[in-house]
């Protein structure tokens, strides 16, 4: 059933600090409304329970991509469009990129941002993963000013986060250490395009003398919210990337996610095919 529109309110600031001093002035009244492109189906479903939305789409202060010598900071309106046309992004995170281009459709892609997917909290979208093996971190902001976390951490269970109810979502930034590593994203759904991740598996790792190193490796959609897995990177690290490491590894791997059945697939599959991918990143990362 259609929700009713008039008993919801969609509110414009002209400036960041207005909608943050709503957001402090009245906690937990407002939220934001970035793309809509997560709320809009909630919407048209009539499931959205929240009624009063700031609309944030406006908001400079929350766009644009830098690029320092140390870092890339997006902002949290950064589209997957805008993702997949930045240079420096396809050449440094290409699982970013790729994971960008596998988000919905254009009209998603145009309008669907990075922020909206982080808070929208689900375990199976699919820039969280790349985030995440990149070594992520966010900036909340409020009315009493900004603070950095590492993004791993920030998700604590099925759609809760480590965000007030006074914060905004205003950057994510990625350290630019990525050379020499070996990156390897793969989503896996019904269909090649416009389908629901079953699995998500993003992961880095560097090889030297035939030893891996600094490996992060991240899954979607086989626990309530993406998780990295470093019982498996533990298990990997320092070690010579052999079949022996890769079984034990897989082993670890199978501990350490708890997929279920859902309408989407069957935990048994989601096990399988999480396993199969490590497998072929190692073999990937060898070659
Ligand atoms: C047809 C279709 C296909 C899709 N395909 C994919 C896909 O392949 N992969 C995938 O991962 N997702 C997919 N999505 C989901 C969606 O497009 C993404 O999650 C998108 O990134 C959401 O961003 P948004 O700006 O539209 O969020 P919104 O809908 O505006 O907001 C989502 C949530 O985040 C909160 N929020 C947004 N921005 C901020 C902020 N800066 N600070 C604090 N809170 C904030 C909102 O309050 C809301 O709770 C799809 C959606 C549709 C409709």
């Known amino acids: 059933m259609r929700a009713h529109v008039p008993s919801y309110q969609l509110t414009t600031p002209a400036s960041l600090d207005q909608a943050l001093a709503l957001l402090s002035n009245e906690p937990g009244v407002w939220k934001a409304f970035a793309g809509g492109t997560d709320l809009m189906v909630l919407l048209e479903a009539g499931k959205l329970p929240h009624r009063n939305y ?28 805008e993702v997949q046309a930045n240079a420096v992004l396809h050449r440094e995170f290409p699982m970013l990129c790729q994971a960008a281009s596998e988000t919905g459709g254009l009209a998603i892609q145009n309008r669907g941002t990075l922020g909206g997917n982080v808070v929208n909290a689900s375990p199976a979208a699919d820039s969280p993963p790349a985030l995440l093996a990149y070594d992520a971190e966010i ?22 986060m480590n965000m007030r109810a006074d914060e905004l979502l205003a ?18 759904g019904t269909r090649k395009a416009q389908a629901i991740s079953k699995v998500c598996f993003a992961a880095v790792g560097r090889i030297e003398n035939g030893r891996i190193t600094d490996s992060r490796i991240v899954l979607g959609s086989v626990a309530p919210i993406v998780v990295r897995c470093k019982q498996t990177e533990d298990t990997l690290n320092g070690n010579q990337l052999d079949g022996e490491i890769a079984r034990v590894a897989r082993e670890k791997l199978m501990s350490e996610i708890s997929p279920i059945d859902d309408v989407r697939s069957t935990a048994n599959y989601r096990l399988r095919v999480a396993t199969n991918l490590l497998t072929d990143f190692l073999v990937n990362a060898r070659a």
């Open 54 to 81: 700031i609309n944030i789409w406006q908001l400079n202060e929350l766009r644009g991509i830098e690029i320092t010598d140390s870092h890339v900071t997006l902002g949290a309106l950064t589209t997957y469009t």
């Open 139 to 160: 900036e909340l902001v409020s009315s009493s000013g900004s603070r950095w976390l590492p993004y791993d951490g920030f998700h604590t269970g099925y759609k809760e």
């Open 171 to 188: 950057r994510i930034r990625l350290p630019r250490t990525t050379s020499g590593l070996n990156h390897y994203y793969r989503k896996v």
